[in-house]
């Protein structure tokens, strides 16, 4: 990395950050209860959008992990959504019925309220279907990792986005509000996923699974991608820039090892695959927010509630210990 | 009251509170430094804790930096009050704040009791030790650190790659044999006092002062002829990482812990409610007091250094993508190639999975769609025959297959007309193994009865790529193990050939094959060879052609099915 380089990522770094700084203008309060954050919490930020069935869910499970408090932007939701969220002790909301697209999918947001209120904490930013797990997550708290990455020097961690689905037509078992989602998509791929590295920004670009075996295997190139960096002990001017796929500085993003060794990362559970997928295909393909301008909602939509992703090589989830058996994740020499 | 705490403090107050409480209560005077940069409030507020605990006391506080003086200046401060306030104490034990006692007390003491005169602390010369991580051993001694090496990091490596350049070297003075090990360790009065009050301690002082991590070598060094008897090993349970950093222990490891028979374990981490729970409650259990045996726990922390310094060989993902030529090997498990054999005979792969065993695919980089043996749509891991997702990234396409199905030997057929971009990445792999027979691909197109022309030009493509795979196999760069043959010396000796193949994929199997392919006919070739070449493509990958010529009426009888 030259001199020149590494100035050109500081210029992009810093313009991320103004951008941010405008698009705050976006965002209206509508309960702030930062002022309850403890020293040392870990924070979690959200962008949602008529996620109301799945929020108690999400909350649980990341408040069971240690997350103490959530940094949440809805995005014009208009199913309850907001007044949920309101109600809940750990919870700060703000509003915005500004353009998801934008605010390039919510990161413009997510920026501004990490620079606000995540500094010097660790903060996991994640999508209300997204669930990170990590190494002895069954019986380490998020707060062990952190502590322990602190006491590495490490300021960031990988987890692979890693697309679940039910066995059969994906409206078959309709998902209820509470329900573990991973009760009903408790399947995955086990092994068929594809790594490049980002010259530029240095963060490895995955993509794979059930998503580019089903619907982009006439243009895998498009297929989405699933490395993200979604836990990163936040400082004020650190920028996410395409969803949580990339971060600046550039150092954020190397949470692999190259020299053979294995560093300690996770995955993050992407509970999509369920009966809601539907109205929110029909839903998001009409406003055109989503990324590529939701090709992949488009593909689900054809399909229709009768999509199965399942085959006789699906592996059925039990826990993180089979994830690492099975590479996707690594313990790194944290033991 | 035979043992007295050192507690060295500078983080979690409330556990080193209890800790401290436990050893007081139970008869163990506790001397404690805070380190000078916890502020004060919070030194206050840890005092107050230890109110009533019994026998504690604090130190005037400094500046502890990492790696420097001032830890072992520390240590020195609090060993001195501790002899001065209990001259009747036998053994002292340093220990930090992270540090949880794993038996109880009383069984801590009847050990120590059992040796009355033995000093723990590890203690070896330089020329033993492996586990700095810096490299620096030897030059601990000689070098000079002015600079911290957590902070600037590349001040102190340009500064000791200077000295190193320029030679320079500090004396090391008489008397001292430079000696590391465990900052943890648990001396007899009698040594401790014998360093303390030593009239050399000034010169002792000022050398240390300037050595590299001095808590690791001070006092390991300067007991080495003060003390009646040295047992070279810490009481202490410590474990490094492969960054050096402590690893910690959680409540999951209580059990390990507990079968360790170790008296005291750092470092906890402070969360370990569980841990502190169990080990310093009232009831705690005596155990069978036995010696201290870290064996297991050992295993387990290099199992993990392992994983991190050299990773799964074959596996990549977001935690482990080498650079290329760093991987040390790229697939997960021994592959083979074949190119060619299946051209020349009928239904090879079958014949070849009944002799080699294994998984026998067709041509995996076949330009329309992946073989898989068995004609399957998918394979382990969820790969798919698709050939557009596969050629998306055709090594890794590979990568997982073999990563997936571990245990279970693969092996597929590669010909030139298959999608060469991964044969770089299969030639420069000393995991796959290819069996190839050039110019093999002539012998469908003999048969194919298609017009002149249309073989002609597929003639010069196929030869075309095989003679680039016959040229990589050769390179410099090559690390494949490749048994190659014409298809002219095939054709003469084939069953010798094919039992070459077998001992070197399947050597544990040496029975003969009873059974031989069955080859094609190759009724005409020498015509066709000749045709090309007058049409220009000169077929030079098939070897002699009046070899071919002889060969296939000379040798066909070997290949009739020896059975019947």
Known sequence: ?335 | MSLGILMMVHTAFGRAAQVARHFAERGCPVVIHVDRRVRAKVVKGFRQSLYGAGDVHFTPRVRVEWGAWSMVEATQIAAEEMLARHPEVRHVMLASGSCLPLRPVSELIDYLDAHPDTDFIESVTTEQVTWTIDGLEEERFTLRFPFSWRRHRRLFDGYVRLQRRIGFERRVPAGIEPHLGSQWWCLTADTLRAILEDPDRPAHDAYFRHVWIPDESYFQTLARGRSHRIDSRSLTLSKFDVGGKPHVFYDDHLHLLRRSDCFMARKIWPGADLLYETFLSPSAERTKRTEPDPGKIDRVFARANARRAHGRPGLYNQGRFPHWGWEGRRTAARYTVLSGFDDLFEDFPAWFAKRAGGRVHGHLYHPDRVEFAGGERLVRGNLTDDARLRDHRPEQFLFNLLWSTRGERQTFLFGPGDRQRVADMMMGDPDATFGMVTGAWIVPLLRSGRPFPEVQAEAARLQRAEMRLIEMSKARWARARVLSWSLAELVTAPMDRLQALLDEVAPRDRAQPTEAPVMHGLDGLPDLLRRLRDNGVKPVVMGDLRQIERGPTATMPTLRPAAG
């Open chain 1, 1 to 335: 990395m030259g001199i020149l380089s590494s100035y050109q990522m500081r210029i992009r770094r810093r313009r991320h950050c103004l951008r941010a700084r405008r698009k705050s203008r976006e965002l209206r309060a509508v309960v702030d209860r930062t002022g309850t954050i403890r020293r040392g919490a870990i924070l979690a930020m959200t962008t949602l959008r008529n996620e109301r069935v799945r929020l108690p869910f999400f909350l649980d499970y990341h408040r069971r992990l240690g997350v103490g408090h959530f940094l949440m932007v809805d995005n014009g939701s208009d199913d309850g959504s907001a007044d949920y969220l309101r109600e809940q002790p750990d919870v700060s909301l703000w509003r915005t019925g500004a353009s998801y697209k934008a605010s390039r999918f919510g990161m413009d947001w997510l920026n501004w309220l990490g620079h606000r209120h995540c500094h010097g904490h660790w903060t996991l930013t994640v999508d209300p279907d997204e669930f990170l797990v990590f190494p002895f997550c069954d019986v380490r708290p998020l707060k062990a990792l952190t502590d322990w990455l602190d006491g590495s020097n490490v300021r960031s961690f990988g987890a692979m986005l890693l697309d679940m689905y039910p066995k059969g037509p994906i409206d078959a078992q309709p998902y209820r509000e509470g329900d573990d989602p991973f009760e009903i998509a408790a399947w995955f791929d086990g092994g068929n996923y594809m790594i490049e590295r980002n010259a530029t920004y240095g963060n490895l670009w995955i993509q794979g699974g059930p998503r580019a075996r089903a619907f982009f295997a006439d243009r895998p190139k498009d297929a989405p991608a699933l490395n993200k960096t979604p836990l990163v002990r936040w400082r004020r001017g650190y920028a996410y820039l395409s969803s949580t796929h990339t971060l600046l500085p550039r150092g954020l993003n190397q949470t692999y090892d190259r020299t053979g060794g294995e560093k300690a990362t996770g995955v993050l559970l992407h509970a999509k695959f369920l009966d809601t997928l539907g109205a929110k295909a029909t839903e998001e393909m009409e406003r055109g927010q989503h990324y590529r301008s939701s090709t992949e909602y488009r593909a689900y939509a054809e399909r229709g509630g009768g999509l199965d992703l399942w085959t006789e090589w699906s592996e059925r989830y039990v826990n993180w210990r089979q994830l690492e058996i099975l590479g996707l994740m690594s313990k790194g020499n944290w033991a």
